[in-house]
């Protein structure tokens, strides 16, 4: 098979920069009888790049960057009927966490030469494509101090954001939001609230995974956590696999919710990684089985 493989020349610390390191990655295909080939641009070229691709013969594009490289990608995508593969490259690379895909991208490749395709929901946010989480409140705030943690340690990563949240949380304004879902609507005061495609599971640590992803559902997660000490309560309980169990916590799941709050036109939200501003009230919306995707099977390549 023949892989068309684009990478972002700035993700991973830039490590596909050098010919040495690209011949290397060319080699994993090549050496397991595929053929493949290898654009490396800069983030200026990308877009156009993976356009180009997405609009080619191409039956496979695998894609390397952070989850907003590989998200846009998933968006050019969309109704071509080609598959994507992920070759993690970010900081926190949720995307291919969710599919299982190694975190080396080395034995990505070697995985993706031996993978399933399986259709995979997307989040439509206005116009935007979600693959994985959307969120509003405080978090893009925090976010913008997101590439500090590359490279560093689960328990570093941990206390990081347990610290910013003791500052940045607090410091960022309430929120007076209305979730309307299947006829019902919701109102709540809140400081960060996210919607992601399918539901996430409850697990010890920073980064929580997703094993439905082809649900068919959006899920809202609002949180009511306001002062200083609730929000420290809520950052103990995400990363011990407890937040839902505490208070002021709801949890709503639909195929469409329209948002909106008040006293605002637009809000800054962080889509898969990138701060953009959606315009308010806001509809978010599931497309089922949306994007064909590569998952690495089970057996030793």
Request: charged share 25%; glycine share 8%; net charge positive.
């Amino acid at each position: 098979m023949n892989h068309q493989v684009v990478i972002n020349s700035k993700s991973g610390s830039g490590i596909f920069a050098d010919a040495e390191q690209q011949e290397r990655l060319k080699q994993v295909f090549t050496g397991r009888g595929h053929q493949v080939d290898l654009h490396v641009v800069t983030p200026d070229k990308l877009e156009a790049t993976l356009k180009k691709q997405a609009e080619s013969a191409a039956e496979v594009l695998i894609v390397g960057g952070g989850d907003g490289t590989i998200t846009t990608a998933a968006r050019l995508m969309h109704g071509t009927g080609k598959t994507l593969g992920v070759l993690p490259l970010g900081t926190f690379n949720l995307q291919a966490r969710d599919l299982k895909v190694p975190l080396d991208p080395f034995e990505a490749a070697a995985a993706l030469t031996n993978a399933e395709t399986i259709p995979i929901d997307l989040l439509k946010v206005n116009d935007e494509y979600c693959m994985c989480a959307t969120v509003i409140g405080f978090y893009p705030a925090l976010a913008k101090a997101r590439e500090s943690f590359h490279g560093r340690s689960w328990w570093v990563k941990s206390l990081r954001i347990v610290r910013e949240i003791a500052t940045v949380a607090v410091a960022t304004p309430v929120l007076d939001l209305t979730i309307t879902a299947d006829g019902k609507t919701y109102r709540r005061r809140t400081r960060l609230t996210a919607f992601s495609p399918g539901a996430y599971e409850e697990s010890v640590g920073l980064i929580p995974a997703r094993n439905d992803l082809s649900s068919g559902k959006l899920t809202a997660y609002v949180s009511e956590h306001l002062s200083r000490g609730q929000m420290l309560l809520a950052a103990v309980g995400y990363l011990t696999g407890n937040l839902l169990d505490t208070e002021k916590m709801t949890k709503i799941e639909s195929s469409e919710i329209i948002l909106n709050v008040k006293r605002r036109k637009f809000l800054t939200t962080m889509i898969d990684g990138e701060i953009l501003k959606i315009s308010l009230p806001c509809r978010l919306e599931i497309l089922p089985r949306a994007l064909n995707v590569l998952r690495p099977k089970s057996e030793p390549v």
